[in-house]
């Protein structure tokens, strides 16, 4: 007697393969019965061996199924939080360009002193500073946009675009002269906290840039500034659609 597997059972799908080891335990256990009262022997109240066959059978085709739902769950975990870092990114480059809208006059140090036409002076309602460090803009990067993921982080001068129009007269101790009154103090703003991690790769320098002059598909940067950022992970989503793609 013998339960044996052929190496061809198991390119059978589930349902197939439980079919054919249901069909052989109840073979087998015939067998046993048949053998046993040949010999007469005597047998006990307990489970079968073709029960604890097919226990056995149906909690190795759960897990077999388990397996990959779980696989799924922690990937699609992944895909959601690189949704969300490159979300993050791109609302940093928008903002990090809205706070341009104003500044650097072609070959101004600062935003205030240079010599020129600026960009246009009217801001985004949602921009309440200015960013008054021009020398982090070469003559290539007339967009405005940031030159790396780098400058994001680092952050950059920013002066706020409303002055302050009081008064002062200093007659009194502790009070400014009104020459001071305006006198702006320097301020950095960061736009990212730390550079982000590709949720996919497990690293944070595989990230793709693509500046204001180049096609979305084109593979390597030009180093003029950061437009757009995307997945370097290579592979697809659960939905179908390349990492690359988003």
Request: proline share 5%; glycine share 6%; hydrophobic share 35%.
């Amino acid at each position: 007697m013998s339960f044996k597997f052929k190496v061809s059972d198991f390119k059978l799908s589930p349902t197939a393969l439980l079919a054919v080891i249901l069909k052989r335990a109840a073979n087998f256990q015939m067998q046993i019965n048949l053998k046993s009262k040949t010999l007469n022997l005597k047998t006990e109240k307990g489970f079968t061996l073709f029960e604890l066959i097919i226990t056995l059978t149906v909690l190795t085709i759960l897990v077999m199924g388990t397996v990959p739902l779980a696989q799924n769950a922690v990937k699609r975990q992944k895909e959601l939080q690189l949704r969300a870092t490159l979300r993050d990114i791109r609302n940093a480059i928008d903002e990090f360009k809205r706070d341009t809208i104003g500044s650097c006059p072609q070959g101004a140090v600062r935003t205030g002193n240079g010599a020129g036409n600026s960009q246009p002076t009217t801001p985004d309602p949602r921009s309440r500073i200015v960013i008054d460090d021009c020398t982090i803009f070469d003559s290539s990067n007339l967009d405005r946009y940031p030159p790396d993921l780098d400058t994001l982080i680092d952050g950059v001068k920013v002066k706020s675009r409303t002055p302050d129009i009081r008064g002062g007269s200093g007659l009194n101790p502790g009070e400014k002269q009104a020459t001071e009154i305006n006198e702006e103090k320097e301020v950095v703003k960061h736009y990212l906290r730390t550079k982000p991690i590709d949720p996919i790769t497990g690293k944070d320098d595989t990230w793709e840039l693509r500046s204001s002059y180049q096609a979305a598909d084109e593979e390597s940067w030009d180093n003029i500034n950061v437009f757009d950022v995307r997945s370097g992970a290579e592979g697809e989503a659960l939905n179908g659609e390349k990492y690359s793609d988003w």
